[in-house]
C-alpha cells in the first residue's frame, strides 16, 4: 500500500507565496519522477512541475522563474515552493508518483487527494 500526502495549501492574496509538501509512505522499491499537477474546474489537469530521482526539473511555461520544485529522496518528500502567485494559479495541486514496485517492474502512477491552493487578487 502506497500513500501521497500533500498539505501546505491554503488561501493567499495575489503576489503571495505557499510552499506545498507531499510524502510518500508505504511499500516502495524505487521512486522515480515526481511532480505536481493542477486542476481547475472544467479545464484538464495540467503538470505544473516535475522532477526526476536524480533532480533534472521541468516546468510549464506559466509557472517558470516563480515556482521550483525540489524533493529530499531521504525523506521520500517533494516539493512545491510557490512565489508571485496570481489569481490563475488557483486550482487544486495534486502530488504524483512514478514508482517501480520491483526491480524492472512496469511504472506505476500514485496520486495524492489534492489540496486547494486560492489566490485572491
Known amino acids: 500500500q502506497v500513500q501521497l500526502v500533500e498539505s501546505g495549501g491554503g488561501l493567499v492574496q495575489d503576489g503571495g507565496s505557499l510552499r506545498l509538501s507531499c510524502v510518500v509512505s508505504?511499500?516502495?522499491?524505487?521512486?522515480?519522477?515526481m511532480g505536481w499537477y493542477r486542476q481547475v474546474p472544467g479545464k484538464q489537469r495540467e503538470l505544473v512541475a516535475s522532477?526526476?530521482?536524480?533532480?533534472?526539473?521541468s516546468y510549464a511555461d506559466s509557472v517558470k522563474g516563480r515556482f521550483t520544485i525540489s524533493r529530499d529522496n531521504a525523506k521520500n518528500t517533494v516539493y512545491l515552493q510557490m512565489n508571485s502567485l496570481k489569481a490563475e494559479d488557483t486550482g487544486v495541486y495534486s502530488c504524483?508518483?512514478?514508482?517501480?514496485?520491483?526491480?524492472?517492474?512496469?511504472?506505476?502512477?500514485?496520486w495524492g487527494q489534492g489540496t486547494q491552493v486560492t489566490v485572491s487578487s
Open positions: 504524483n508518483a512514478q514508482m517501480w514496485r520491483y526491480w524492472g517492474s512496469p511504472t506505476v502512477d500514485y
Open positions: 508505504g511499500s516502495i522499491f524505487r521512486l522515480n519522477a
Open positions: 522532477i526526476t530521482s536524480d533532480g533534472s526539473t
